[in-house]
């Protein structure tokens, strides 16, 4: 492998850690918090139409809403401007609200560039996962905690961010093809059959390296 193959993955995975660090900082030290602007609520409120989607949306911290609305404006000024292509650019990381502290998050950016088998077996509980289950009082769906020890809850969460997403925006009532495009968007291209679904798939995934 070049240098310049390895220099540049380690880049982006130095950007990504000082990207969600920043999320987890006070405003005075630079910290990013608070409302959305007028125009990334604009934006928001063009897409997700329900409040049931807003909410949704509203769960996710600071640094991931920055990286939904990054993605949706890296699509849209490609020119896109499909309604299930940026719901989803917009709720594909949701479920990461389950729980990604910052010293998880930092573990997962360095396994993953460094040690992703590592990282597939934190991602894999020791025993069988109990299902993902209808969470009674919120009227969505979670991972079950007793599956798995505590520690472990947010390897888990990162592992199945797409599926427990893709739950809660069917729920809230998305757009089907949003749905599938939120359940595969770290899957490979031609888990949809059709053609022009596998192109909005390669354009979220492409919008999604990109930010």
Known sequence: MTLSKITHPVRYRVYQFFSALKAYLPAWAGGVHGELSATDQ???ESFLSTMA???LFAKMSPNDQRHALAVARTLQQAGYQQLPLLQAAL???VAKSLGQPIIHRVAIVLLEAFWPQALTRLSTPFSNPKPILPDQSHS???????????WRRPFIIHAHHPAIGAAWAKEANCDPLAVDLILLHQAS???????????LLEKLQWADNLN
């Open 42 to 44: 604009v934006l928001v």
């Open 53 to 55: 989607q807003r909410r």
């Open 91 to 93: 709720l594909h990381d």
């Open 140 to 150: 969505a769906f979670i991972i079950q905690p007793s599956s798995f020890s505590y």
């Open 189 to 199: 291209l031609d888990s949809l059959a059709d053609t022009y679904h596998q192109t």
